[in-house]
T-cell receptor
Framework: GESVGLHLPTLSVQEGDNSIINCAYS??????FIWYKQESGKGPQFIID?????DKRQGQRVTVLLNKTVKHLSLQIAATQPGDSAVYFC???????????FGRGTSLIVHP | DVKVTQSSRYLVKRTGEKVFLECVQD?????MFWYRQDPGLGLRLIYF???????EKGDIPEGYSVSREKKERFSLILESASTNQTSMYLC????????????FGPGTRLLVL
């Protein structure tokens, strides 16, 4: 889920499909992870979080999976809806710091 | 629900003007943050504060200052606005020290001419 240059990675899906958005992190000491959703012209909105002592957490229509071995985080959205269209980005913190490191984001486009 | 509000959604200023961006949170959070967000660069931390009258530089503090006179309010000041400060400015707050989830305001889109 990292961007290159000015272009965000983009995921296009059909309404009703499941979406999987990925995020790689590099700090093996990271122990807390958050997914945010940012709609156009708005501030980021908290979706779901997970601590490093877990490998899966479920919310309403969303699931976050954490693979610490390969330092990979994913957000799964079930039955994607047009209202899910947004930029999604992950954030991670380590060592009790309250300053997260944010990923660049992935743009999710849901086609009706 | 946590509510973080920012004083303006859109601002247009001229080069050299002093600009104030205000942020207020209603959840009694200790920590407050100012970020700027630019295409391809993601969120970059300008300044943060973990208590009233306390402030710490983030990754890109040059050209900015902040003020936190009250717990609920964190102001970002552009002392002399420049065109390269045209950006989306986002305020966030979190409770600390172990609660890392940040709650964001709606953002202020600043255009410096």
């Amino acid at each position: 889920g990292e961007s290159v240059g000015l272009h965000l990675p983009t995921l296009s899906v059909q309404e009703g499909d499941n979406s999987i958005i990925n995020c790689a992190y590099s700090n093996s000491a990271s122990d807390y992870f958050i997914w945010y959703k940012q709609e156009s012209g708005k501030g980021p909105q908290f979706i779901i979080d997970i601590r490093s002592n877990m490998d899966k957490r479920q919310g309403q229509r969303v699931t976050v999976l954490l693979n610490k071995t390969v330092k990979h985080l994913s957000l799964q959205i079930a039955a994607t809806q047009p209202g899910d269209s947004a930029v999604y980005f992950c954030a991670e913190t380590s060592g009790g710091s309250y300053i997260p490191t944010f990923g660049r984001g992935t743009s999710l486009i849901v086609h009706p | 629900d946590v509510k973080v509000t920012q004083s303006s959604r859109y601002l247009v200023k001229r080069t050299g003007e002093k600009v104030f961006l205000e942020c207020v949170q209603d959840m009694d959070h200790e920590n407050m943050f100012w970020y700027r967000q630019d295409p391809g660069l993601g969120l970059r931390l300008i300044y943060f504060s973990y208590d009233v009258k306390m402030k710490e530089k983030g990754d890109i503090p040059e050209g900015y200052s902040v003020s936190r006179e009250k717990k609920e309010r964190f102001s970002l000041i552009l002392e002399s606005a420049s065109t390269n400060q045209t950006s989306m400015y986002l305020c966030a707050s979190s409770s600390g020290p172990r609660r890392e989830t940040q709650y964001f305001g709606p953002g202020t889109r600043l255009l410096v001419l």
